[in-house]
Structures are given as C-alpha cells and as structure tokens.
C-alpha cells in the first residue's frame, strides 16, 4: 500500500517515491517556496487523488513529478529513475514514460482525432498494423470509434478529453498524470470520463495521479492525498477533510 | 509483412490545415522567385545580347584600338596594323569591320533613329549569321543593307514589310538605301537596331568616316595554329595603339564593361537581394506566426517526450514545402513573363537550367533562414507552463 513516507523506503517497486521534497519559485528576495518537505511513496498500479486548494503547490508537484520542471531540493524517483540532477535530454526520455491528460485537452488542432492518439505513438517502434489496432482499440473503449477523422474543432469537449485520454493511455504508460481532466466536463461526461481511465489504467496496471476539485470522482481513488499551503496533510486526517 | 510504421508527415498536415495562411506563403515566395529571376533574365538578356555580335565573327583573334571598351564605346584605328599581322604563321585571312551610329529614317512616319550600322567586305563571311551569310553577296550592289530582324517596332515595320514582297527604300544619313535582305540580330540595352552593308556602302553613307580607319579587326587562323602562339606573336609586334585579344576575351570584355562601367549589373544585383530579402521576410512572418500559433501545441509535445530537435525539423520541414511549393508556380510564371518580354522588347530572355538551379537554391536558402529565425520563438514553449 502507498503511504505517506516518513523515511527511507524501498523505492525499487514504486511507481513514485519522494523524499524531502522542497521546491522554491523566484529568485533572491523574490524567492518563495512552494513545496515544503514533501514525502510520499506511490505503488505501482494504484489511483491517487490529489486534491486541495488553488495555490496548495498541486500543479507544482505534478508537473515535478512529470519531470516538466527540474528537482532542486529532495529526492523525486519516478519508475526507479531519480530525477534530481537529471539532465534535460534524461528528462526528455523519462517523459515517454508518463501519460499526461490536460485541464484543456491540448490536443493538436491541425491532426484528426486518429492522428492526434497517433503522435504518441511516434516515439516507439512499432508495425504498422500494430499502431492501427492499438489506436483503434484505444479510440473505441473511449467511445470514439466513430469520430476517428474528426478535427478536435468538430468534436465537442467531453470527445476532445476522450481523444486526450486515448492520447495519454495508448503508448501504455507505466504513470499517467493527470491535471483536472474533468474541469471542463459536465457531471455526467467528467465521470465517463474517469471511469474510462480507471477501466483502461486497470486493464494496463499502470499508476493514475489525478489532481482534481472534483467531489463527484473521490470515491474512484485507492488514496486521497490532501495538499495545503505546499504541505502533504497527514493521510489519517484526510477523510475526515475531504468527506 | 510487418512494415514499420510510417511517421506522421506532422509539417506538411500543419501547413494543410491552414489553406488561407499557406496560399499567401505560397503566393509570397513565388513572388520573390519571379522578382529574382525577372532581375536575372533581364541582367542575361543584356550580357547575352550585348556579345551576339561578338560571338558571330567569323575569326578566334580580334584587334581592336587601345582604347576601344564596348560597341558602344569605340576607337578607330588604322588597317594597317591588321595587314601588319598576315605575315605571322598560322594567320589565314585578315578582315576589317567598321562600325557607326547613323540616322536611320523610319519610311512609315519619316521619324528618324539611331542606327547600328556594321560595314564589312561582302567578299568575305566575316559575321556567322545566317542572313548575312545568304545575303552578303547582294550588297555589291552600291545603296543596299540588309535589316536586322530583331529591330523594334519604332524603326518600322521592315521585316515584314520586306518577307512580304515589299520593294523597301529609306535614308540613312540623308542618302537613299535599298533593303536587300534580313538577318537576326538582338537588340541591346545600348544598340535598339544594326544594320549590315558593305564596307564601300558604309563608306558612302557615312562621309565623316576616313577609309583604312576601321574599328574593329577579325583574323582567322588556320585550322593547325595555336591561338595563344599566334597572339603572343602579334603582340611582340604591334605597338600599343592596337590590342589584340581572343573573340571569347572580346565578349568577356564587352560584359565587363557593362557589368562594371554602367550601372546596369549592379542595378540588377541589387534587384537579386532585394526580392531575396522581401520573400525572407514574407516567409518569416509566416513561419513565425505559425509557431506562435502553434506554442501551446509544441509544449504539448514536448512534454510527451519529443525532443527540442523533432519540432526544430517540423518547422524547417516547413520552409522547405514552402520553398518548394512556392517554386513551382514562381518559375512558371516566370516563364511566362518573359516570353512577354521577348516578345515586346526583342530581348533574348532565355531560362537555362543553371538559373533555375540557382533560384531554387535561393529560395531554400531564403526559407531555412526564415526557419532559423522563427525556431527561436520554440524555446518559449515551456511544457511546465501547460498544465
């Protein structure tokens, strides 16, 4: 089980392993830090909610944890590789192994729907035919199967985050990394849309961190980890924060 | 059976998507192409038809005064100094060729105009011209030229009149001549007209001018001299009034002296870089409005993984389909345009495959360095900024 380390832990098996994490904004008497001692262990497999107020430092340790940004305090391992002092072309190559799903669903406007879960196959090698089926398969279990040519303009916004997740989950990553995917979706379509990434995360055993408000999608998560003012809050108090 | 997955052509479906915006790329670089290659065939016309005359006599050695530069810009000299040269071995014949200005009066609407007129000895086949060829003979006869083809029309309508059947009379300096034949010969950007008689003629129509001073000397050589022997030779002989040179040196100089003492070489130059810059321009605003577009898009990708140097080739992808597709139409056009140069100035505009290699090559420089420009915009895409 994930837990919320207090110190050393294997960190072969986790899917994501932080020690001491600090992250600082700004410089010299701008500098301001926004993430203070942040520790957490993350198996393999497992969905985590990471939830919490606007300004907590969520989006930071996401994009931390997606090797977006570089580590400057602390310990941040993903997959067994530590980030911390990791060059740019490391972090480059750790990306591939991380799925990302977007607030918006960023999806590239000039590429159909098709082509657009494409791209993230253009990192690997792979036949021709096996792309097809596997970006069929994936574009079919999110219920798209008939909008496969469609240019996201042509599709609404519960379609394009469908693409985004197809996007996201067809590399079959061993993390994917998800920012609000449901801000932007109403009740009905943000649930199909989390259920869809459960169903094919399950299928796959890959990790979900998923950083949301969104009080109708907690009872998905294996953990809830609660974020304030750049703190982790101790597990044992978050139900009682969130519920 | 299991063939690779073929990578998305990501530049070309990006161009695609915005028809509007790669219709004016595509307009743009194709009018820089013709502006470069108008300024090219003209600066071509002119060299090349500033030296048909030169190229069209019938000899590998020319003599000429010490201080002649161009047709356009000549001194005389005595013919003495070209019988000088007969006795040297390898010399077969000496012929001398004069060359003036006259008035030449049009016989429609009597205006009159410049004229070049070349006197040679119709004896002879001094100029490679097949007109002159089939008619030199006919200027025995005293009075008679033969008219140039390529004239403009503000000499009148000669060749037709003539092809036609017509009995054509006119004055040149104010003495009664009969055309006698045609031959082709361009006009130039100092020369709008020639006409060819004979040496005897010429002398009639132009009493200023003295016998034996002539302007320029053609010597042929026989088939086993040496042209640089026979040169070396000539030189050691003559004084220096005169200078001796090859018909291709002769050419190189008359080009010389147009592309250097006129400013018609750097004019067309300057013509060159302008329309380089202007479709450089034109392919840089487009290139980087379309990576700016495009940032939150790049970011995307860089955050799944690819590298800095996959979106550096999709954006110089970019301007290479773009030079290529703006190519195609600007060469064409270009084709077109100076057909209807030809035919309304008589400048021989003539495309060569050398040219357009040349202007293909600009225009891929010219995106490439557009595309060097914009891919700096690339590094504000900071993936970290899009979630």
């Not at chain 2, 502006?35 to 038809?49: H, K, N, T």
């Not at chain 2, 500033?50 to 069209?56: G, K, L, R």
Request: with cysteine.
């Amino acid at each position: 089980m994930s837990q919320v380390l207090e110190n050393n832990v294997d960190v072969s098996t986790a899917a994501i392993s932080i020690q001491h994490l600090n992250h600082y904004y700004g410089q010299g008497s701008l500098r301001k830090q926004v993430l203070f001692d942040i520790n957490l262990h993350i198996d393999r497999g497992e969905i985590i909610i990471l939830t919490g107020p606007s300004g907590s430092g969520k989006t930071t340790l996401l994009t931390l944890m997606g090797c977006l940004r570089s580590v400057q305090d602390g310990s941040l391992n993903i997959l067994g590789q530590e980030l911390r002092h990791a060059s740019k072309a490391e972090m480059t190559l750790s990306r591939r192994n991380i799925g990302y799903i977007f607030q918006a669903h960023n999806l590239l406007n000039f590429l159909t729907a098709y082509q657009n879960v494409e791209m993230a196959l253009e990192l690997q090698d792979m036949t021709a035919a096996e792309a097809n089926t596997r970006i069929q398969t994936v574009l079919s279990a999110v219920g798209l199967e008939h909008r496969m040519n469609y240019y996201p303009s042509d599709l609404s916004g519960g379609q394009k985050q469908r693409v985004a997740i197809a996007r996201a989950l067809v590399s079959q990553p061993q993390i994917i990394l998800a920012d609000e995917p449901t801000a932007a979706l109403d009740k009905k379509s943000g649930r199909d849309v989390v259920e869809i990434m459960e169903k094919l995360a399950k299928e796959q055993g890959c990790t979900i961190l998923l950083v949301t408000h969104d009080n109708r999608i907690l009872d998905l998560a294996d953990l809830i980890i609660y974020m304030e003012d750049g703190c982790l809050v101790d597990r044992a108090d978050v139900a009682a924060i969130v519920r | 059976m299991s063939q690779k997955k073929k990578p998305l052509f990501l530049s070309w479906l990006q161009l695609r998507k915005e028809r509007a915006r790669l219709l004016v790329a595509i307009a743009g670089i194709s009018f820089a192409d013709v502006l470069m290659f108008l300024q090219m065939g003209f600066r071509g016309a002119l060299f090349s038809s500033a030296v048909e005359f030169h190229n069209s006599l019938n000899g590998e050695i020319v003599m000429l005064s010490n201080r002649s530069r161009s047709l356009i810009s000549l001194d005389r000299f005595t013919e003495r100094r070209l019988y000088q040269v007969t006795g040297i071995t390898g010399v077969e014949s000496v012929t001398p060729i004069y060359l003036n200005s006259m008035q030449w009066r049009n016989p429609e609407n009597k205006e009159i105009w410049d004229i070049y007129v070349i006197g040679i000895n119709p004896e002879y086949q001094v100029l490679n011209i097949p007109g002159v060829e089939a008619n030199r003979e006919k200027l025995r006869q005293p009075d008679t030229a033969l008219f140039n083809l390529g004239s403009r029309s503000e000499f009148g309508a000669i060749a037709q009149r003539f092809q036609a059947g017509e009995k054509i009379t006119t004055e040149i300096n104010e003495r009664n001549i009969q055309i006698a034949g045609l031959f082709k010969l361009s006009p130039t950007f100092g020369i709008n007209a020639y006409l060819v008689t004979s040496d005897v003629n010429f002398l009639r129509m132009a009493p200023s001018r003295q016998s034996g001073l002539i302007d320029v000397g053609v010597i042929k050589l026989k088939p086993d001299a040496n042209v640089q022997t026979v040169l070396t030779e000539m030189r050691s002989r003559l004084p220096n009034d005169v200078k001796a040179m090859t018909r291709e040196d002769y050419a190189k100089a008359e080009v010389a002296f147009w592309n250097a003492s006129t400013p018609v070489g750097y004019t067309f130059d300057l013509g060159v870089v302008i329309a380089f810059i202007v479709g450089a321009v034109i392919v840089y605003q487009i290139l980087y409005s379309d990576v700016t577009d495009h940032l939150p898009e790049y970011a995307t990708l860089k955050a799944m993984g690819f590298r800095d140097r996959y979106l550096l080739i999709v954006v110089f992808q970019e301007s290479l389909i773009l030079a290529a597709l703006g190519f195609l139409p600007g060469t064409a056009i270009a084709l077109s345009i100076y057909r209807i140069t030809n035919l309304a100035t008589m400048l021989p505009m003539t495309m060569d495959l050398g040219r357009i290699v040349f202007v293909f090559i600009l225009t891929v420089l010219m995106s490439s360095f557009s595309a060097a420009m914009a891919v700096r915009k690339l590094q504000t895409a900071d993936p970290a900024d899009i979630f």
